[in-house]
């Protein structure tokens, strides 16, 4: 009876104070932010999302930005998050360190990044999700570093399979690959070297190339298989480099400067496959080599014998010209002559005895001359798409002038896997008479009216492999 008296009271004593406005809380009552209902509704990852947005329930903060510069940021994190997602994090959080003991509105100072980096970075933590590199390479490295620094396994891994999303230009692929080598990965480093070497001669003729390490330029000058027109381009290049390393306050650059630069890379460079005329004409008009180097080298060329070399230079006299890296296997496909330009796709099986990287394809037209349709080619493994890559430009029947199609990134293909390539029409519209069409691709948003001409309706095109072996 006491008991039923006391529950009563307590009831009413509830009552009273919510009467009040006194709202007190109980141990079954939800924290306030997600209702349990909406979260029934959607998926976890979305609620831990929100307890980043929302800045619910938090037990630490960041003080994030460069105090100097004005921008910063505090955001309002989770321990056991971060902790899970980072063996670092976990230390410093959890271990015995100042952060651990400090209060949750008692910010930890992050002033290394800047507060955008750190929210995308965040946001990428917390859902588990993709990330949004906003088509911004530089910003994938950053994070690519952040992550890699405090071992944020997920982020570092998303960060890095987006970077070989990005078409490789010369300064994207030079900076992911001295970023991948730095951080020791090596699957990926090696990747993009066989990008950087097939696109070397485009690199050395641009900005890139002076702002590669003396590491990258080893790397460089130690591979066998190059595209370059002739190793003298590699020489006057690295010059090119030695001078940029040299120039300091724009003050003039002796060639002694730029020899100390160069010396221990210039022995690299194989003298020995070039002619006494190509060796004269192109690496003797400075004084970067020594007298006596020269006249050792031009010797040994004259004579053929590579022992005269001077000491410590390469003596290989095989060249490493490999325009292309272009293979013998040829693949053809028939347009229909119908000209039914629905779903008109053909489609080409093949196996390699190596692994090799495919970088691209080399397409000319086999019969009816110029050819100018669209075509999307694709390769798959075992129905899964590993890239594309669109001919857009006319192709000719010389053999000797192919048109190159490089595909976004290179492509590991393994020794004695079955491979496809694809090759389809682009999507095409009939516009008004017949053979007017409008030629729409993904890359070029704009449509042009042509005429499909008889030829190109019944037209066969050829194709090389442009392949690179795995070392």
Same mark, same amino acid.
């Given at each position: 009876?006491?008991?039923?008296n006391?529950?009563?009271?307590l009831?009413?004593?509830?009552?009273?104070?919510?009467?009040?406005g006194?709202?007190?809380?109980?141990?079954n009552?939800p924290?306030?932010?997600?209702?349990?209902?909406?979260?029934?509704?959607?998926?976890?990852a979305?609620?831990?999302?929100?307890l980043?947005?929302?800045e619910?329930?938090?037990?630490?903060?960041?003080?994030?930005?460069?105090p100097?510069?004005?921008?910063t940021?505090?955001?309002?994190?989770?321990?056991?998050?971060?902790g899970?997602s980072s063996?670092a994090?976990?230390?410093?959080?959890?271990g015995?360190?100042?952060?651990?003991s400090?209060s949750?509105?008692?910010?930890?100072?992050?002033a290394?990044?800047?507060?955008?980096?750190f929210?995308t970075?965040?946001?990428?933590?917390?859902?588990?999700?993709?990330?949004?590199?906003k088509?911004?390479?530089?910003l994938?490295?950053?994070i690519c570093?952040f992550?890699?620094?405090?071992?944020?396994?997920?982020?570092?891994?998303?960060?890095?399979?987006?970077?070989?999303?990005?078409?490789?230009? $010369?300064?994207?692929? @030079?900076?992911?690959?001295?970023m991948?080598?730095l951080? !020791?990965?090596? +699957?990926?480093?090696?990747?993009? *070297?066989?990008?950087?070497?097939?696109?070397?001669?485009?690199?050395?003729?641009?900005?890139?190339w002076?702002s590669?390490?003396?590491?990258?330029?080893?790397?460089?000058?130690?591979?066998?298989?190059l595209?370059?027109?002739?190793?003298?381009?590699?020489y006057?290049a690295?010059?090119?480099?030695?001078m940029?390393?040299?120039?300091?306050?724009?003050?003039k650059?002796s060639?002694?400067m730029?020899?100390?630069?160069i010396?221990?890379?210039?022995?690299?460079i194989?003298?020995c496959?070039?002619s006494p005329?190509?060796?004269?004409?192109?690496?003797?008009r400075?004084?970067?080599l020594?007298?006596?180097?020269q006249?050792?080298?031009?010797?040994?060329?004259?004579?053929?014998k590579s022992?005269?070399m $001077?000491?410590g230079? @390469?003596?290989k006299k095989?060249?490493r010209?490999v325009? !292309?890296?272009? +293979?013998d296997?040829?693949?053809? *496909?028939?347009?229909?002559?119908?000209?039914?330009?629905?779903?008109l796709?053909?489609?080409k099986?093949?196996?390699?005895?190596?692994?090799?990287?495919?970088?691209?394809?080399?397409?000319?037209?086999v019969e009816?001359?110029?050819?100018?349709t669209g075509?999307?080619?694709?390769?798959k493994?075992?129905?899964?798409?590993?890239?594309?890559?669109?001919?857009?430009?006319?192709?000719?029947d010389d053999?000797?002038?192919?048109?190159?199609?490089?595909?976004?990134?290179?492509?590991l293909?393994k020794?004695?896997q079955?491979?496809?390539?694809?090759?389809?029409?682009?999507?095409?519209?009939?516009?008004?008479e017949?053979?007017?069409?409008?030629?729409c691709?993904e890359?070029?948003?704009?449509?042009?009216?042509?005429v499909?001409?008889e030829?190109?309706s019944?037209?066969?095109?050829?194709?090389?492999l442009i392949l690179e072996?795995?070392?």
């Amino acid at each position: 009876m006491a008991e039923d008296n006391a529950g009563a009271a307590l009831i009413n004593s509830e009552e009273s104070s919510q009467d009040a406005g006194e709202k007190k809380p109980s141990k079954n009552q939800p924290t306030p932010g997600i209702e349990p209902k909406e979260c029934a509704k959607i998926p976890w990852a979305d609620c831990i999302m929100q307890l980043l947005v929302n800045e619910e329930m938090y037990d630490c903060s960041f003080l994030v930005g460069d105090p100097k510069n004005g921008k910063t940021k505090v955001f309002k994190l989770h321990r056991v998050i971060l902790g899970m997602s980072s063996p670092a994090f976990k230390s410093m959080l959890f271990g015995n360190f100042a952060e651990a003991s400090k209060s949750r509105d008692d910010p930890i100072v992050f002033a290394h990044i800047e507060p955008d980096v750190f929210d995308t970075a965040m946001r990428c933590i917390y859902s588990k999700g993709e990330l949004d590199l906003k088509d911004d390479f530089k910003l994938a490295i950053i994070i690519c570093t952040f992550a890699n620094k405090w071992q944020f396994n997920y982020l570092y891994e998303t960060a890095a399979s987006a970077c070989l999303k990005f078409k490789l230009s $010369p300064e994207i692929v @030079c900076a992911f690959y001295e970023m991948f080598k730095l951080f !020791g990965n090596k +699957e990926r480093s090696e990747l993009l *070297f066989v990008a950087i070497k097939y696109q070397l001669h485009e690199i050395m003729h641009s900005a890139s190339w002076l702002s590669l390490s003396e590491a990258s330029i080893k790397d460089i000058l130690l591979a066998d298989r190059l595209n370059i027109v002739g190793e003298y381009k590699l020489y006057e290049a690295l010059v090119k480099w030695g001078m940029h390393q040299a120039r300091d306050n724009f003050t003039k650059v002796s060639c002694a400067m730029i020899r100390s630069k160069i010396m221990s890379l210039v022995p690299l460079i194989r003298f020995c496959s070039m002619s006494p005329k190509m060796f004269v004409a192109h690496c003797t008009r400075t004084d970067i080599l020594t007298e006596q180097h020269q006249l050792k080298i031009l010797r040994s060329l004259v004579c053929g014998k590579s022992s005269v070399m $001077p000491k410590g230079f @390469c003596k290989k006299k095989d060249s490493r010209e490999v325009p !292309g890296f272009l +293979e013998d296997q040829v693949n053809i *496909f028939f347009f229909d002559e119908t000209k039914n330009l629905e779903n008109l796709e053909s489609q080409k099986g093949f196996t390699l005895n190596e692994d090799h990287y495919l970088l691209g394809l080399a397409v000319y037209s086999v019969e009816s001359g110029n050819i100018s349709t669209g075509v999307a080619f694709t390769v798959k493994c075992r129905e899964e798409i590993l890239s594309v890559s669109y001919l857009t430009t006319s192709v000719t029947d010389d053999k000797q002038r192919k048109t190159p199609i490089n595909f976004p990134q290179p492509i590991l293909l393994k020794a004695n896997q079955e491979y496809d390539i694809s090759a389809r029409l682009l999507k095409m519209k009939k516009i008004e008479e017949d053979h007017v069409y409008c030629i729409c691709t993904e890359e070029h948003q704009k449509c042009e009216e042509r005429v499909l001409s008889e030829d190109e309706s019944k037209s066969v095109l050829g194709y090389q492999l442009i392949l690179e072996t795995v070392e």
